[in-house]
């Protein structure tokens, strides 16, 4: 009796495990087709971005170099040029020169719009006038986080980005290597190139997806902190844990104030939920910005940072450095009247977390290590366009005429397990949650009672 049960227990297993595998490769396969066109437009332009440095120097030439003299005029004198061209402007920031060959900035508001005046430090002549939204790199930064749509914009680039982790997920499922010996690794990490069109194809596919996928992750995860819904959550949870910032970084007692460092100026993540305090003794004149550089030079900030220059008569000069290297990072405030630094916070205060996110973060936008992170960024990017057109033709060279193409619906069983993953997934990402919710339902209620979906979807 018990050798005739064996090849039934046996043949249940395989079944399960076939049954598995297709529960799998299907939302695998919708995963791909849903959100594959938004992650040809984030690689694409994240890959522009990677270069901003580059790029805008070879752009912006005549307006950010300028020839070395030995008398420079004073960051007011600056600032006074510029209002004198600009009378119906109002300024708001203003960044120093941060190598001896490069020209001063001063931020101004005009007419609703945001505009950076470039101003040789030397000569005191303004060598050109940019509005911020249309400098070329900073539209593919737009597109990048927001798709050019705002807030809608935003959401969807973080559902996008969040079932892109479903497809990692699924991908990894369906590419891991299920056999013993030599064999293992072809078609996962080597691509089989003389076993036929069908095998070199899928393979084409799914060996540069596997090694492509660790850096796919990555830039998920250091891009979502960054995101309007999950990121901002995730900030509100770290802060009220006691991970976002500690209250070391203010003098004297922290204050009661419901105005956000990131309402005011651009901030590293870590800054950003700091409270703006403000300035009281309004009694005495404001400072100038030349008492604020001061400031900045004796308290060993390093140039390439930016003031905001307070518009309220409470208001604070805040410094914001958000350089190339996560540990020269630093968000400070001052009293625009004493001169006292209310709030100084630099990479050193950070705890544990807030220091990998800023790692995080400018190893994604290819700063941290210089021209290899670029490169290296570039290849991922590269690779996310890549994966993506050869699983496009994939599913063109497999699907049947007048079909999607999508594999068979598996038995309920095995769906409910991988509907519980799904689940777990949708609670950490509310809006890949809430997508997760839609497709299941259409694809569990409504394809299987519609013939022409049902024929269409494989179901």
Same mark, same amino acid.
């Not at 901030?267 to 030349?290: F, H, I, M």
């Not at 992170?373 to 050869?390: E, F, K, R």
């Not at 598996?410 to 997760?436: A, N, Q, R, T």
């Given at each position: 009796?018990?050798?005739?049960?064996?090849?039934?227990?046996?043949?249940?297993?395989?079944?399960?495990?076939?049954?598995?595998?297709?529960?799998?490769?299907?939302? !695998?396969?919708?995963?791909?087709?849903?959100?594959?066109?938004?992650?040809?437009?984030?690689?694409?332009?994240?890959?522009? &971005?990677?270069?901003?440095?580059?790029? +805008?120097?070879?752009?912006?030439?005549?307006?950010?170099?300028?020839?070395?003299?030995?008398?420079?005029?004073?960051?007011? +004198?600056?600032?006074?040029?510029?209002?004198?061209?600009?009378?119906?402007?109002? /300024?708001?920031?203003?960044?120093?020169?941060?190598?001896? @060959?490069?020209?001063?900035? %001063?931020?101004?508001?005009?007419?609703?719009?945001?505009?950076?005046?470039?101003?040789?430090?030397?000569?005191?002549?303004?060598?050109?006038?940019?509005?911020?939204?249309?400098?070329?790199?900073?539209?593919? +930064?737009?597109? !990048?986080?927001?798709?050019?749509?705002?807030? %809608?914009?935003?959401?969807?680039?973080?559902?996008?980005?969040?079932?892109?982790?479903?497809?990692?997920?699924?991908?990894?499922?369906?590419?891991?290597? =299920?056999?013993?010996?030599?064999?293992?690794?072809?078609?996962?990490?080597?691509?089989?190139?003389?076993?036929?069109?069908?095998?070199?194809?899928?393979?084409? !596919?799914?060996?540069?997806? #596997?090694?492509?996928?660790?850096?796919?992750?990555?830039?998920?995860?250091?891009?979502?902190?960054?995101s309007g819904l999950w990121g901002n959550n995730f900030q509100i949870l770290t802060t009220n844990a006691g991970v976002g910032y500690p209250p070391s970084v203010w003098v004297g007692d922290a204050p009661a104030s419901d105005v956000k460092?990131?309402?005011?100026?651009?901030?590293?993540?870590?800054?950003?939920?700091?409270?703006?305090?403000?300035?009281?003794?309004?009694?005495?004149?404001?400072?100038?910005?030349? @008492?604020?550089?001061?400031?900045?030079?004796?308290?060993?900030?390093?140039?390439? &940072?930016?003031?905001?220059?307070?518009?309220?008569?409470?208001?604070v000069f805040t410094l914001s450095a958000f350089p190339p290297k996560a540990r020269d990072e630093v968000t400070m405030h001052i009293d625009q009247y004493t001169g006292a630094v209310l709030a100084d916070y630099r990479y050193d205060n &950070?705890?544990?977390?807030? =220091?990998?996110?800023?790692?995080?973060?400018?190893? !994604?936008?290819?700063?941290? #290590?210089?021209?290899?992170?670029?490169?290296?960024?570039?290849?991922?990017?590269?690779?996310?366009?890549?994966?993506?057109?050869?699983?496009?033709?994939?599913?063109?060279?497999?699907?049947?005429?007048? =079909?999607?193409?999508?594999?068979?619906?598996?038995?309920?069983?095995?769906? =409910?397990?991988?509907? /519980?993953?799904?689940?777990?997934?949708?609670?950490?990402?509310?809006?890949?949650?809430?997508?997760?919710?839609?497709?299941?339902?259409? @694809?569990?209620?409504?394809?299987?009672?519609?013939?022409?979906?049902?024929?269409?979807?494989?179901?």
């Open positions: 009796m018990e050798a005739q049960k064996e090849p039934s227990v046996s043949k249940k297993k395989q079944q399960k495990r076939r049954s598995l595998y297709q529960s799998v490769w299907r939302w !695998h396969f919708y995963a791909g087709l849903i959100i594959m066109p938004f992650l040809i437009i984030l690689a694409i332009t994240g890959g522009v &971005y990677l270069f901003k440095p580059q790029i +805008e120097a070879a752009l912006y030439k005549d307006y950010y170099e300028v020839t070395p003299q030995t008398t420079v005029t004073t960051p007011s +004198e600056q600032i006074n040029t510029v209002e004198a061209v600009n009378p119906n402007a109002a /300024v708001t920031s203003y960044r120093p020169s941060d190598s001896p @060959d490069r020209s001063a900035e %001063v931020g101004i508001t005009e007419d609703g719009k945001a505009f950076t005046v470039y101003v040789d430090p030397y000569e005191n002549v303004i060598l050109g006038k940019l509005e911020d939204s249309y400098k070329l790199v900073n539209v593919f +930064e737009k597109i !990048h986080g927001e798709l050019l749509m705002g807030t %809608v914009g935003d959401r969807i680039v973080e559902w996008a980005a969040c079932w892109a982790l479903i497809l990692i997920i699924t991908g990894v499922y369906l590419g891991w290597p =299920k056999m013993k010996g030599k064999s293992k690794i072809r078609g996962v990490l080597v691509p089989r190139l003389n076993k036929g069109k069908k095998l070199r194809a899928r393979d084409l !596919h799914v060996v540069p997806a #596997f090694w492509i996928s660790l850096g796919l992750l990555f830039l998920i995860l250091t891009g979502l902190p960054w460092t990131k309402e005011i100026a651009d901030v590293p993540w870590s800054a950003e939920n700091l409270p703006v305090p403000v300035s009281t003794n309004q009694q005495y004149t404001q400072l100038s910005v030349d @008492d604020v550089v001061s400031i900045a030079e004796e308290e060993g900030v390093k140039p390439g &940072y930016n003031i905001m220059i307070p518009q309220t008569q409470d208001g &950070y705890n544990t977390l807030g =220091k990998v996110i800023a790692y995080g973060i400018t190893i !994604h936008k290819g700063t941290e #290590f210089g021209i290899w992170n670029q490169i290296i960024g570039l290849l991922v990017c590269i690779g996310i366009v890549g994966i993506a057109v050869s699983g496009f033709i994939l599913w063109l060279s497999r699907k049947p005429e007048g =079909k999607l193409g999508s594999p068979k619906a598996p038995s309920d069983k095995v769906m =409910k397990g991988v509907i /519980v993953l799904m689940i777990i997934l949708g609670i950490i990402f509310p809006l890949v949650g809430i997508s997760i919710i839609v497709v299941w339902l259409f @694809d569990r209620f409504v394809i299987p009672r519609v013939p022409a979906l049902k024929r269409f979807f494989n179901a």
